[in-house]
């Protein structure tokens, strides 16, 4: 919620100092998102905030339950629309991946957001309350949450990082910054500016391609942020920071996944210790590209491998129900599409 203005609104009537923290822990730890639940408050303070805050600003249009998924349709305040993933496979802790923009900006040629085009950013409002709610619906704080949804979180900077901050007060929700994940698409000022938060937050870099002119084709936005200068801003991230940077590699039929681009990919990582490559199976969505088979990948894999490079296979959930990474996708009337 508004938390300057919620804090104004109780100057100014001269509300006891106690009561901003008995609001703020309503919301933030019991999840109560309605005024007129907080019983302790006076019936006058309530219909003074119900008409003034919005507790929480995420309208429930669809909830469609996938195997292992669930993957949630908000409309925002303004109408526009986003898509919200609660992943459940893994039993220790759930994922929720949230969007940090309407659309994206970066029109990568095999993503559905990025077919999209990019309508606008997310306030840090809107950020939170994708985690807030599914915390309330799966009675449970403590997840995982990783900026992978739709839009391009460096581009989202300071909402961003407000919503990091309202996530982790210790105050409130009091999420562990180690259970946080920011995915980019390669924004060197952002990475840059990150590097010196000096948070411990994790960092991946979708990478996609292990060469200049293929990766401008299918990610424009090399073309501003050349390979050439991520990987020297990723040395300097790991050397700065000395934790693990992930790199997501989709692996595209006939385009990046032969023997020539694994070599070119090894030489790229130069055997830097902490990189970490995350293989993921291309997700159809309606772009010319497909998913390397198996065998494909396994061959890649394999390669990488040998050369001492840190390797993992991520397995893709939600498809059924379009709800895999690079998947969401909305319209402006507030539909699922694709
Ligand atoms: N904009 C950020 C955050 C979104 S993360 C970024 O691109 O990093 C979305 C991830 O899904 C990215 O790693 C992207 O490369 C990957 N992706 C996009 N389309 C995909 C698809 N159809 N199948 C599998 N992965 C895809
Ligand atoms: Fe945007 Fe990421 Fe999709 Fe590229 S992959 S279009 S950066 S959301």
Same mark, same amino acid.
């Given at each position: ?176 910054? #180690? *259970?946080? /994940? !920011?995915? $980019? ?10 590097? =010196?938060? %000096?948070?411990? @937050? ?87 590209? #497909? *998913?390397? /088979? !198996?065998? $494909? ?10 050369? =001492?490079? %840190?390797?993992? @296979? ?25």
């Amino acid at each position: 919620m508004d938390i300057e203005k919620l804090k104004k609104i109780l100057e100014d009537r001269g509300e006891p100092k106690y009561r901003f923290s008995q609001i703020y822990k309503a919301v933030f730890f019991d999840l109560i998102f309605d005024f007129s639940q907080m019983t302790n408050l006076s019936k006058e303070l309530r219909e003074i905030l119900s008409k003034e805050i919005t507790p929480f600003s995420l309208k429930i249009k669809t909830i469609q339950k996938g195997k292992e998924v669930d993957k949630d349709l908000f409309e925002l305040e303004d109408g526009n629309c986003i898509e919200t993933v609660l992943m459940k496979h893994n039993y220790d802790r759930k994922t929720v991946c949230i969007s940090s923009q309407v659309g994206c900006p970066l029109g990568c040629k095999f993503c559905a957001t990025g077919k999209m085009g990019f309508i606008r950013n997310l306030d840090s409002q809107e950020i939170v309350d994708q985690v807030l709610f599914f915390a309330k619906e799966e009675k449970d704080k403590k997840l995982n949450v990783v900026f992978m949804g739709m839009g391009e979180p460096l581009l989202n900077y300071d909402n961003v990082l407000q919503a990091i901050r309202v996530l982790n007060d210790k105050n409130g929700f009091n999420l562990s910054i #180690r *259970s946080i /994940s !920011i995915s $980019t698409a390669g924004i060197i000022p952002g990475i840059k500016k990150l590097m =010196n938060e %000096n948070l411990q @937050l994790n960092l991946a870099i979708s990478l996609n391609s292990p060469n200049e002119k293929q990766r401008t084709e299918i990610m424009p936005v090399n073309q501003q942020y050349s390979l050439k200068e991520l990987m020297a801003v990723a040395k300097e991230y790991v050397k700065k920071t000395n934790k693990k940077l992930f790199f997501e590699y989709v692996l595209l039929d006939g385009i990046n996944d032969d023997l020539e681009s694994s070599k070119q990919l090894i030489k790229l990582l130069d055997k830097e210790p902490l990189f970490h490559i995350n293989l993921i199976r291309y997700n159809n969505t309606s772009t010319q590209f #497909r *998913s390397s /088979s !198996i065998k $494909t990948i396994e061959k890649f894999k394999k390669e990488l491998e040998k050369n =001492n490079i %840190n390797v993992t @296979l991520r397995y893709s959930f939600g498809k059924e129900i379009k709800a895999a990474c690079g998947q969401l996708s909305t319209t402006s009337n507030c539909f699922n599409v694709d």
